[in-house]
C-alpha cells in the first residue's frame, strides 16, 4: 500500500507564491507517474500537472501553463508543485496522486487512471 501526504498549503496573497510538496511512502519505491489535480467544493476535481517517474517529462493544465512547475526528487520520494503568480481562482485543496497505469502523457490528466490519493492541502489566495 502507498501513502501520499501533502504539505505546503496555505492563505496567501494574489501575485504570491507556494510550493506544495507530496512525500510517498509505503513500499520499496518504484518511480511511478505522479500528478497534482485540484478540486474546489461542489465542482469536479480537475487536472493540474503530471510528471513521469523519470522526471524527464511532464504536462501542464494550460489554466496554469507558465506559472505552476511540476518537479520530483526521486531520492526523497517527493512530488513538488512550484505555484507562481497565483490567483484567487487558484483557491482549490490540491491533491497528489499516483498512477500504476502506463498511459501516453496526455491521458495522465484523467482522474481515472490514478490508484491512490492523498488527503490534500489547502490554497487559499485573497488580498
Known amino acids: 500500500q502507498v501513502q501520499l501526504v501533502e504539505s505546503g498549503g496555505d492563505l496567501v496573497q494574489p501575485g504570491g507564491s507556494l510550493r506544495l510538496s507530496c512525500a510517498a511512502s509505503?513500499?520499496?519505491?518504484?518511480?511511478?507517474?505522479m500528478s497534482w489535480f485540484r478540486q474546489v467544493p461542489g465542482k469536479e476535481r480537475s487536472f493540474v500537472a503530471a510528471?513521469?517517474?523519470?522526471?524527464?517529462?511532464?504536462v501542464t493544465a494550460d489554466s496554469v501553463k507558465g506559472r505552476f512547475t511540476v518537479s520530483r526528487d526521486n531520492a526523497k520520494n517527493t512530488l513538488y508543485l512550484q505555484m507562481n503568480s497565483l490567483k484567487p481562482e487558484d483557491t482549490a485543496i490540491y491533491y497528489c496522486?499516483?498512477?500504476?497505469?502506463?498511459?501516453?502523457?496526455?491521458?495522465?490528466?484523467?482522474?481515472?487512471?490514478?490508484?491512490?490519493w492523498g488527503q490534500g492541502t489547502q490554497v487559499t489566495v485573497s488580498s
Open positions: 510528471v513521469r517517474g523519470s522526471g524527464g517529462s511532464s
Open positions: 509505503g513500499r520499496s519505491f518504484y518511480n511511478p507517474d
Open positions: 496522486a499516483i498512477t500504476n497505469s502506463r498511459v501516453i502523457l496526455s491521458r495522465l490528466r484523467d482522474g481515472a487512471n490514478y490508484d491512490y
